[in-house]
């Protein structure tokens, strides 16, 4: 099946800092979603995108489909952007779609 | 109002009790699953259902037993649990089965004692 992998596994920042979250994927992908887990354990929509960059205020996320990868972006943090960062892959067709990387544990320190 | 919500968003219980967590979608999606967090593992897939007919059960354990009354409720009863199934328990929705955009409850956390 297909592998999904980020890095790194944590990350500790000081508030103001800017940080790229990485994910990789094994195979093709019908598209790509990030969350962000806060500490009460909600899962929140970051991004949904299959190729291509978005932005949203502080964080922007860039998938490049064709080497199978994606990154987040986050300037400027917070410490309310504390939480583990999570990528999930739909696939195309069949087997267990929504694949789900292992995270990112982020600590923004005031 | 949120669109997936979950109840209760924690609940604690003995290894003899009946309890059960529910969920409701207001997104007009076609599918919902339950997720099951432990600490440090990734999430699993448990259930999956598609316009409330089940289409996928991951080999869970028959003391979980989940229920679709229709496309916006979902329920996951528990029944003689075990401590080892104390994790947070993820409701979501998509527009369809496996595929759309995915939105998250805010989660049930559980503790068997």
């Known amino acids: 099946g297909i592998q999904v992998e980020q890095s790194p596994p944590d990350l500790i920042l000081q508030e103001g800092a800017n940080s790229t979250l990485r994910c990789n994927f094994s195979?093709?992908?019908?598209?790509l979603q990030w969350f962000h887990q806060n500490p009460w354990g909600q899962l929140i929509n970051l991004f949904y995108i299959p190729s291509g960059t978005k932005q949203n205020g502080r964080l922007s996320a860039t998938t490049v489909a064709t080497e199978r990868y994606s990154l987040l972006y986050i300037s400027s943090s917070q410490t309310t952007d504390s939480g583990v960062y999570f990528c999930a892959v739909e696939l195309f067709a069949g087997g267990q779609n929504f694949v789900f990387g292992p995270g990112t544990r982020l600590s923004v320190l005031p | 109002e949120t669109g997936v919500t979950q109840t209760p968003r924690h609940l604690v219980m003995g290894m003899t009790n009946k309890k059960s967590l529910k969920c409701e979608q207001h997104l007009g999606h076609n599918a919902m699953y339950w997720y099951k967090q432990s600490a440090k593992k990734p999430l699993e897939l448990m259930f999956v259902?598609?316009?409330?007919?089940?289409?996928e059960n991951n080999s869970v354990p028959s003391r979980f037993s989940p229920e679709c009354p229709n496309s916006s409720h979902l329920f996951l009863h528990l029944h003689t649990l075990q401590p080892e199934d104390s994790a947070l328990y993820l409701c979501a929705s998509s527009p369809g089965l496996l595929t759309g955009e995915l939105f998250f409850g805010e989660g049930s956390r559980l503790t068997v004692l």
């Open positions: 259902y598609s316009l409330e007919e089940r289409v």
């Open positions: 195979d093709s992908v019908n598209n």
